[in-house]
């Protein structure tokens, strides 16, 4: 096996191979000129093709057992269909911001870019495409990727900030969306473009990273929450809705008020992650990974309302296993009805919950159990069904929050505390 006194014997424009037991196929240590050694990793593609991938420079960090390791995760991509050499051929041949977003995004669906170590989610994809089409390409899609400097990105923020890029685009048969701008569109896609440049950095296009010391727009992050009249618009228009809506969406409306979750978590929840029994449920994927919930009374009498079409709890009514794409247009259909204001948006369904927790008096770590913040995944991750302070909390925020919009329900099971000893 290659070990540091082979990597010292190797000669100018020789190659070591790995070999004997443990050995990974095709790893070696090549040395071309000088006194520089470089970790290599020779496979075939799918098709045949036979590719080179440099692993790294010999020296901190890389030791033979660090890019031995390397080397069988790289030949673990290349078995499932994978070619990292080839896509960073690919991506040194993008001589435009265009071109380096397009690699950059094939990469990330492709895993190889990651955030927190993970692969980034379809949903934050789809985030992604909509900013590099809508904003980023209109702007500076044609420039060549090293001719790019810091005043450009400067005129970038300033002109996406400034609305430049705003328009309607028709997203589907019938369906449009506005594209707007802003202090805070524009620092968030100039976050993404800095992450797009430090890809090109890695495959060797340029450098540096021009997006690296522009500074920002500091923007107020919504605190919006739903007023006492607001909940009340809100019930009555839910419980008026035309016989035309689709009622699981209007199930789904009334379930994110009662349980403060995110939208993409709702649309994305499978019976199978459901106990009503226990009244949790475990969800294996959201924005800060696997996540454990209390579901309230109210929260468990809305999913056994609902009909099982098949595995989504909230599926499409084009089919039953297709996510229910058409929710945002329900819900903008049910809040003017209410005669809601433009910024009362199904997030801000999970900030009033929160809030009305807050005003109970729960705790800050409690609050985060409730909705699946950050905070209280540390718990959440070793249990597996919510205790009864969980859902005692669940039950309290959600019925105060349906008592607001004119469907509250009767008073539910008193749960004594462990240690009282059953007496009130």
């Not at 080397?71 to 041949?93: C, F, M, N, T, Y």
């Not at 909705?371 to 718990?379: A, D, E, L, N, W």
Request: glycine residues 10%.
């Amino acid at each position: 096996m290659l070990t540091l006194k082979t990597i010292a014997a190797i000669q100018p424009g020789s190659t070591a191979w790995d070999d004997g037991k443990g050995a990974v196929p095709g790893f070696g240590a090549r040395r071309q000129k000088g006194e520089a050694v470089s970790y290599v990793l020779k496979y075939r593609t799918g098709d045949g093709r036979q590719r080179w991938q440099t692993i790294g420079r010999h020296g901190a960090p890389w030791t033979p057992d660090m890019a031995r390791a390397e080397a069988r995760r790289i030949l673990a991509e290349v078995a499932k269909g994978s070619d990292p050499a080839g896509e960073k051929q690919e991506a040194r041949k993008a001589e435009t911001v265009a071109e380096l977003c397009d690699a950059y995004i094939a990469a990330a669906e492709a895993g190889r870019v990651l955030t927190r170590r993970k692969k980034k989610k379809e949903s934050t994809l789809t985030t992604d495409r909509g900013r590099v089409e809508r904003h980023i390409k209109p702007l500076l899609g044609r420039l060549k990727v090293r001719a790019v400097n810091r005043n450009d990105i400067e005129r970038f923020r300033d002109a996406v900030t400034q609305g430049a890029t705003a328009i309607r685009v028709k997203t589907g048969r019938h369906g449009f969306a506005r594209v707007t701008g802003g202090a805070g569109t524009a620092t968030r896609t100039l976050a993404l473009l800095g992450v797009i440049f430090t890809f090109g950095v890695r495959q060797g296009l340029r450098t540096d990273n021009p997006v690296h010391g522009v500074e920002t727009h500091g923007y107020n992050k919504r605190e919006r929450r739903l007023s006492a009249e607001e909940y009340a618009a809100l019930g009555e228009a839910l419980r008026s809705a035309p016989d035309t809506a689709w009622p699981i969406a209007i199930h789904a409306a009334r379930f994110l008020a009662v349980t403060g979750w995110r939208r993409g978590e709702m649309l994305g929840l499978r019976w199978s992650e459901v106990d009503l029994v226990t009244r949790t449920a475990r969800l294996s994927d959201t924005k800060t990974g696997a996540s454990m919930r209390p579901l309230s009374h109210a929260a468990c009498d809305i999913l056994r309302d609902l009909p099982r079409l098949g595995n989504l709890v909230f599926p499409s009514s084009a089919g039953t296993d297709k996510p229910m794409a058409g929710f945002h247009k329900v819900w903008l259909r049910v809040a003017a009805k209410a005669g809601l204001p433009g910024d009362v948006t199904p997030h801000v369904l999970r900030h009033s919950f929160a809030s009305i927790a807050a005003d109970l008096e729960y705790s800050e770590l409690t609050i985060a159990a409730l909705i699946g913040h950050r905070k209280g995944s540390v718990t959440s991750r070793y249990t597996h069904h919510a205790d009864a302070v969980l859902l005692a909390a669940a039950d309290a925020v959600a019925n105060r929050t349906t008592e607001l919009m004119g469907d509250a329900r009767p008073a539910g099971v008193v749960i004594p505390l462990r240690g009282s000893g059953g007496n009130a």
